[in-house]
Each structure stands twice: as C-alpha cells, then as structure tokens.
C-alpha cells in the first residue's frame, strides 16, 4: 500500500510553500482499494466507501468511449461544445452559463482560486464536504464554518441556512453549500434557499454543489437551478460521477451567469476535459431510461438499508442520496475493521468529526445483501 501520512522531506518543503498550503492536508480519499481489490480477489470486493453507482453507466456511455478510441492522439474539443449544448438545452440555460471540468472537484478548488485569497473569507458548513475546506485553504482564504443543525433536528447534522448567512463577514466572497449534503445526506428546501439566497450580499459567490441532486426525491427539495436566473452570484455545480455513473471519467460541470463562467474561463486548463469523457457524458445525459432504471433501484435499495440499521438499533441520518451516514457509537472502529476484514468497504468518518459514524454507500442488492450478513457476524 502507499503509505499514508507524512513523507520524509515533507516539513522541508512545506516551508517554502505558500502559507495557505503549509497548513493543508491533503484531500482523504479512504482506503487504498487496488491493493484491497487484489487482497479480495477471490472472494470480490464490495466497495462501499466512495459513493460510487454500483450499476454503472448507460451502454451508450460504454460504446461513445468505444467510438472515441481511434483518436487518442488528437486534443479534445477545448469548448466541449456538444456536451454544453446538450447540457444548456437539458437544464434549459444558456450554453455561455456552463463550464466543464474534470470532476466537480476540480471547478470547486477553481472558484477559490477565483474568488478567495489571503485576507478573505470563505463560509460553508459545518459537516459540509471536505473539498471546501480544501480550496479555501490552498488559496490562503480564511475558512468560516457555520454551526450544523443538531443531531435530533430533523436534518440532522444539515446545513443550517441562518447559521450561513450570519457567518457571512464584510470580507467574505464566497460561501459552499451542498444540497443534498456529503457526509449527512440532508438536504435543505427549496423556499428556504431562496430565502437564504435574497439576505446574501451580491458580491458573495454562492456555489451549491448538486452533485446528488438526480437522486432527491423529498418533494420540498429543489434545485438552486429554478433560483439561478435572479442571482448572477449563484453557481451550480453538478457531476457526472453519481447518479450518471462515470466517476472513473472524471467530468462535472458549474452553471451560472456567463459573466461569473467567464472569469472561471480564465483559469481552466484549456483541454481539461478528454474526450473521452465528453462523449461518454452526453452520451449518458441522453439515456434517460438507464437513470429511470438506477434511480429506482436505489431508491428500493437505500430503504432496505435505512430500515435494517434502524432495526438494529442505529441510528440513522435521513438521506436523500445514494448513501447513509449510520451511527454505531463504541462499537463504530470495530464495526469498521470487522467488515474490511470481511472484504466490505465503507468510509470511516473520524475525519468530518463524526468518529461514531460510517458513512455506507448503497450498493447494488447482493452487495447490500452481503454487508448486512457481515455486519451481523461483526455486532452479535
Ligand atoms: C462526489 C461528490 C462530488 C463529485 O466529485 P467529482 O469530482 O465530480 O467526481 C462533489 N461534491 C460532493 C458533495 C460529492 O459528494
């Protein structure tokens, strides 16, 4: 395995780094799974960590790489423009309102490279995701968390939009929300964004990260897309890594005013997206059957699960995602190394301080199935 932790000559180094990257750690992507995919060879690894779609991708997606692999020698569109016309007229915006990049993870360390940096503030939320934190620090921005929610509050452990806006100083810029939300899997309502959304100044660039928004089926959710024509200080970011299946082809996107897209422009590698990748996603973004088809099943699949850990006696944070974040106090360690030792991933939470939780994704039924027997060998 590679080794985690500190490398020798990394202090030496990091002295000469800026000073928002001195103090960064770098982004925890959780156990090391080729070397764990070749432990558990024989016997399949369920991963479970990663909030990866079991099912995979649209066949389309599989045959536009196929299509695409005579020519690997040739630069891709630096426009991606079939998929941002594909993506403009899908979410009915405009095609200037939209970049790409590789992952969503890339355009949310962009927009701190744009808009933070030394002397500013950046604002998310406690238990938000661990990327934020990230981007705000390696541009050498003063991070802000907002309280969450308590853990008995109906959202759980959620983003609480009050809390945001009053951590929101003179100097903040921008503000990272995530609607449905990585770790906790709540989510906020629509009438209370855009509520959120009149109070926030108009020089904070507000980025809501919808990277499990296909998979919301809570009727009060909505997405800050409808909101998006009255604020040009909004963005949207999106992925083609959950719901569409693609995570290994690593490509997302942001929408908002073409104004705010094109000072983005100018810090996008220019072929940062391969081609590859754009084919595969507008190939995806087209087979809306295949998305009908994973919705569902993991719409069944998340409340099996739900309703399993809550029968043996979890605690369960509501979730409107393809994952659960499930409290299982003491024994939560043990728990862990039990199903790893088992061939079960899942992801440790100590790190989100959440060292009492693990956050499972829903896999596919037979892997559910697995994970359940297992955790009943590791609990009895
Ligand atoms: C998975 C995830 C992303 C997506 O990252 P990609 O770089 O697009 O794969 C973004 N935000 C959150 C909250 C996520 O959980």
Not at 73 to 86: F, N, Q, S, T
Not at 132 to 155: C, D, K, S, V
Request: net charge negative.
């Amino acid at each position: 395995m590679i080794a985690a932790g500190p490398v020798p000559g990394e202090e030496f180094f990091s002295a000469l780094a800026q000073p928002g990257i001195r103090r960064l750690r770098a982004y925890d992507p959780g156990h090391d799974l080729v070397a764990l995919r070749r432990e558990f060879a024989i016997r399949h690894l369920v991963e479970l960590g990663s909030n990866e779609n079991p099912y995979g991708p649209s066949a389309r997606a599989r045959e536009a790489v196929l299509g695409g692999l005579h020519a690997l020698h040739r630069y891709p569109d630096p426009l991606g423009g079939d998929l941002r016309r594909a993506l403009a007229k899908h979410h009915g915006v405009d095609v200037a309102g939209i970049v790409l990049g590789t992952g969503s993870h890339e355009l949310l360390m962009q927009f701190a490279q744009v808009f933070a940096g030394p002397g500013l503030d950046v604002v998310a939320s406690q238990y938000g995701f661990a990327v934020y934190a990230i981007a705000a620090q390696a541009a050498g921005a003063n991070l802000r968390l907002a309280t969450a929610f308590p853990r008995e509050h109906a959202m759980a452990r959620g983003h609480d939009l009050d809390a945001v806006l009053a951590a929101i100083t003179p100097t903040t810029r921008l503000l990272y929300l995530a609607n449905p939300n990585n770790p906790t899997g709540t989510w906020f309502a629509a009438d209370a964004f855009a509520a959120f959304m009149a109070n926030v100044p108009r020089d904070v660039v507000v980025v809501v990260d919808e990277a499990y928004a296909e998979l919301v089926d809570a009727t009060d959710f909505g997405s800050a897309l409808q909101t998006l024509p009255r604020y040009p200080n909004l963005v949207v970011t999106r992925t083609f890594s959950k719901a569409y299946a693609l995570a290994g082809m690593r490509i997302g996107y942001a929408i908002a005013h073409p104004g705010l897209i094109a000072v983005m422009e100018r810090v996008r590698e220019s072929f940062n997206v391969n081609h590859l990748a754009l084919a595969a996603a507008e190939a995806a973004l087209g087979d809306h059957e295949h998305l009908r088809w994973v919705l569902q099943r993991n719409r069944e699949e998340l409340a099996r699960l739900a309703t399993a850990f809550t029968a043996r006696g979890c605690f369960v944070y509501p979730s409107q995602t393809n994952f659960l974040l499930v409290e299982f106090g003491a024994r939560t360690q043990a728990v862990e190394a039990a199903l790893l030792a088992d061939g079960i991933v899942l992801r440790p939470m100590a790190g989100y301080g959440l060292a009492d939780c693990l956050r499972i994704t829903v896999g596919e039924r037979g892997e559910n199935t697995r994970l359940l027997e297992a955790l009943d060998r590791a609990m009895s």
